[in-house]
T-cell receptor, first 112, second 116 residues
Framework: EAGVAQSPRYKIIEKRQSVAFWCNPI?????LYWYQQILGQGPKLLIQ????????DSQLPKDRFSAERLKGVDSTLKIQPAKLEDSAVYLC??????????FGPGTRLTVT | AQTVTQSQPEMSVQEAETVTLSCTYD???????LFWYKQPPSRQMILVIR??????QNATENRFSVNFQKAAKSFSLKISDSQLGDAAMYFC?????????????FGKGTRLSVIA
């Protein structure tokens, strides 16, 4: 069974630029999560999708972050414009039953 | 809101010895799940062990076991016969039990070093 795929693995941008991350969950997993992991901290939920609908985006900075999950499969997370404090690892996870979440390898974003 | 606290930023253990990582959490819920995840330098989060709050028996997975104290809201991880490959960040996580899928709430992590 293929795992959760994410790209790119690394991204370096300047502040005020835009960036997009892509996630392909495990086939058949209806629930998809995006987490932000700042250096030295545990991951924090940004947004949760159930199929192509948003379940929880209460911690998503909506003035600069956006996410979509078209057709209930792949998802894209965008930041525009980026700030220095957005430097972090962005983790995508998917779940079928909710009991266990499977994580992708993450994207390390550096904003200079 | 639920919170998870890991009070040990760093721990070290000699190879083949035993180490215990601590975790406490705060919740008003009675039904929930607790997890320990391992994150090596590759950044891939790997599930180590999980515990359902309604189960009194502590979970065990090979060299990994937990001490779940529901009344004290404590959930520690014991690693026996430590191996060099156990070196990583370890995160304790909580998930509320619900009819739908709920997200994980993580602690800040404990960095474990294994000394040869």
């Amino acid at each position: 069974e293929a795992g959760v795929a994410q790209s790119p693995r690394y991204k370096i941008i300047e502040k005020r630029q835009s960036v997009a991350f892509w996630c392909n969950p495990i086939s058949g997993h209806a629930t998809l999560y995006w987490y932000q992991q700042i250096l030295g901290q545990g991951p924090k939920l940004l947004i949760q999708f159930q199929n192509n609908g948003v379940v929880d985006d209460s911690q998503l900075p909506k003035d600069r972050f956006s996410a979509e999950r078209l057709k209930g499969v792949d998802s894209t997370l965008k930041i525009q414009p980026a700030k220095l404090e957005d430097s972090a690892v962005y983790l995508c996870a998917s779940s079928f039953t909710g009991y266990e979440q499977y994580f992708g390898p993450g994207t390390r974003l550096t904003v200079t | 809101a639920q919170t998870v606290t890991q009070s040990q930023p760093e721990m070290s253990v000699q190879e083949a010895e035993t180490v215990t990582l601590s975790c406490t959490y705060d919740t008003s819920e009675s039904d929930y799940y607790l997890f320990w995840y391992k994150q090596p330098p590759s950044r891939q989060m790997i599930l180590v062990i999980r515990q359902e709050a309604y189960k009194q028996q502590n979970a065990t997975e090979n060299r990994f076991s937990v001490n779940f104290q529901k009344a004290a809201k404590s959930f520690s991880l014991k690693i026996s016969d430590s191996q060099l490959g156990d070196a990583a960040m370890y995160f304790c996580a909580y998930r509320r039990q619900n009819s739908g899928n709920t997200p994980l709430v993580f602690g800040k992590g404990t960095r474990l070093s294994v000394i040869a």
